[in-house]
């Protein structure tokens, strides 16, 4: 071997061993990656996913037929026109003044048909309705307007976590090791945890509504952003806090004067990811019943309800799309 | 009033890099350390605030002996003005400097940045006596220009009223004039506190400026050490012939660099 290494070091220039960018063992590596996709590919049936939406595709232009493409229309029939308004029996409401109806809302009078079996007769009958036409929006936007806090308390719950987690996780200022080693593990066993999982163990023990989700979203994202805010601490330049600590201060004020001014705008734009995330999770939980919009989504689509439906799915993306811009600029703002 | 006694230090390397200096420095002078990199300045310096421990021989700071006990004691009255100066970038200029007394300020609140009126008067004081506007005190350190940096730097080591200021090359990055100006705020901020200023440079027509007294140290050892005037050509030819000679030898490790990052990992963790 030394004397291998003593040709070479003997080499003329124009004999040196330059870069090869092909070789036989980066060919035969390509083929095992190809390989081993196409096999996971298989299991997760990608396969039939491109065969699919390909006929879709071209069913769209009017060659040959798609379930695919069957299906979405199906649910483009239902779906639309969109549901706004809501439309109630007079009598199956309480305390309606009819002098002072509620803002937009009218009386309607329809007949309602009802078969009796027995008979085998139609009855008929003049039932007065109250027709709200922005009402079922009206409702969808509370609903969202929970969904958002939802999204806030989990968040500020979530820092009020990950903080000093994420402090005593950062290797250069946690008191011990074994703080550190038992913070760093606490917080990615929080990460751990999905929110949709920790909400239905939530669901059971706090009951239907918002308090499940608050804390399902808090648990999960806390393990995030504390890793995020350990990491920031740990990468801040070491200059100023040696400068400052070995002017005799205590670690807790060098974090306050030499790390905290500089990682502030890294942990605000954590923050702001989070919260945004949380927001589009929580429109989600609802479905195990952890409040917000998912409840009202996933009433409507086990009804059928299609048109309702894409009342929600409109509003949620409204909503997701303004947040994003709004936390664009607030985030120009900060940096 | 600082004396070192026969000091030495030995790095974990094998690297000698003080050889049993004595130097017996009086209150208020302003002494400048001369010498070639690698020839032990800043291991000397950093030995005065307790970033290294000397191997053998005693520093003796106003009759107390500097220990590890007394370190926190003598951390409050020696202050450091660091190369790369270690300015908080995001932090206003008045803060930068009242961090100079953190050490003293009361635990809450200096969390939530209030200081009491007359800390901040002093602050305000030592950045006008360095040439500071009030236009700058509410900037960023980091929106300010080198030399800038530099005067807020000198400030915030003044600001607990040290009895001795380390100033490592604190001119290391500016242009002349700049560099004339500052050194001068430097030795105006030192007269005015009383404070002793041990300051290391490399350009010797400054120390001849500027200097009470020069202390040139050559491979560890005091080579030269007495008033500006005695610094004759001659002087200065040998230690540039030093410089020479060590330059000549094939580089075999920095021992100046080496042992400095050591120091700063120490000191954070």
Same mark, same amino acid.
């Given at each position: 071997m030394k004397h291998a290494a003593e040709n070479t070091s003997k080499r003329n220039w124009r004999e040196w061993q330059a870069y090869q960018a092909i070789t036989p063992k980066t060919i035969f590596a390509l083929l095992i990656t190809f390989v081993l996709l196409s096999w996971s590919a298989h299991n997760t049936e990608m396969d039939k996913a491109a065969v699919e939406t390909g006929q879709a595709v071209l069913s769209a232009v009017g060659i040959g037929d798609s379930n695919v493409l069957n299906g979405v229309s199906k649910f483009g029939r239902q779906a639309f026109p969109i549901q706004f308004s809501t439309r109630t029996e007079l009598s199956r409401l309480e305390g309606v003044d009819l002098e002072y109806l509620p803002w937009l809302s009218y009386i309607e009078t329809g007949i309602s048909k009802e078969y009796d079996m027995q008979t085998d007769t139609w009855t008929q009958e003049k039932v007065e309705y109250l027709v709200e036409p922005v009402g079922y929006l009206k409702k969808v936007l509370r609903m969202m307007w929970e969904t958002i806090e939802m999204g806030f308390w989990g968040t500020m719950i979530s820092i009020m976590i990950s903080l000093p987690l994420g402090i005593l996780a950062a290797r250069n200022y946690s008191p011990h090791p074994v703080v550190y080693h038992l913070a760093r593990g606490w917080l990615s066993f929080h990460r751990s945890m999905p929110e949709l999982i920790v909400a239905l163990f939530l669901v059971l023990i706090y009951g239907f509504g918002p308090i499940a989700g608050v804390l399902a979203l808090a648990i999960h994202t806390s393990g995030v952003l504390g890793k995020f805010f350990a990491d920031e601490i740990e990468n801040a330049p070491k200059g100023p806090q040696m400068a400052l600590s070995s002017a005799g201060a205590n670690s807790l004020k060098v974090l306050r004067y030499a790390v905290f001014p500089h990682v502030l705008p890294a942990w605000i734009a954590y923050i702001q990811y989070i919260f945004e995330r949380n927001i589009r999770t929580a429109t989600v939980l /609802?479905?195990? /019943?952890? $409040? $917000?919009i998912g409840m009202e989504l996933k009433g409507r689509w086990d009804l059928f309800d299609y048109d309702h439906v894409a009342t929600i799915l409109l509003i949620i993306f409204i909503t997701v799309v303004v947040l994003e811009a709004f936390s664009q600029k607030l985030r120009n703002k900060t940096l | 009033m600082l004396v070192f006694t026969n000091v030495s230090r030995i790095y974990p390397d094998g690297t000698q890099a003080v050889k049993g200096v004595s130097v017996h420095l009086e209150q208020g002078e302003f002494c400048v350390l001369l010498g070639p990199s690698g020839a032990g300045k800043s291991t000397l310096m950093n030995m005065v605030n307790g970033l290294v421990q000397p191997t053998s021989g005693k520093i003796i700071l106003d009759g107390e002996p500097l220990n590890k006990k007394n370190l926190q004691m003598i951390q409050r009255s020696v202050s450091m003005i660091h190369q790369q100066l270690y300015l908080i970038p995001r932090l206003s200029v008045l803060h930068n400097v009242l961090t100079g007394i953190l050490p003293l300020a009361g635990f809450w609140r200096s969390m939530i940045k209030s200081f009491p009126f007359k800390d901040q008067q002093r602050a305000c004081e030592l950045l006008s006596e360095v040439g500071l506007k009030e236009k700058h005190l509410m900037r960023r350190a980091s929106e300010l220009s080198g030399g800038q940096q530099q005067r807020v730097a000198i400030a915030r080591a003044f600001m607990a009223s040290p009895k001795v200021v380390l100033a490592d090359e604190p001119v290391a990055s500016l242009d002349p004039t700049m560099s004339r100006s500052v050194l001068k705020s430097l030795k105006k901020a030192a007269q005015i506190n009383g404070a002793t200023v041990l300051c290391t440079l490399h350009q010797i027509d400054y120390a001849l400026e500027f200097a009470d007294r020069i202390i040139a140290l050559r491979e560890g050892e005091v080579f030269f050490d007495g008033a500006p005037s005695e610094m004759n050509s001659e002087v200065q030819m040998k230690l540039y012939e030093i410089e020479h000679e060590i330059l000549a030898q094939a580089p075999q490790s920095k021992p100046e660099e080496a042992p400095h990052l050591e120091i700063n990992i120490k000191a954070v963790a």
């Open positions: /609802g479905i195990v /019943g952890a $409040g $917000g | -």
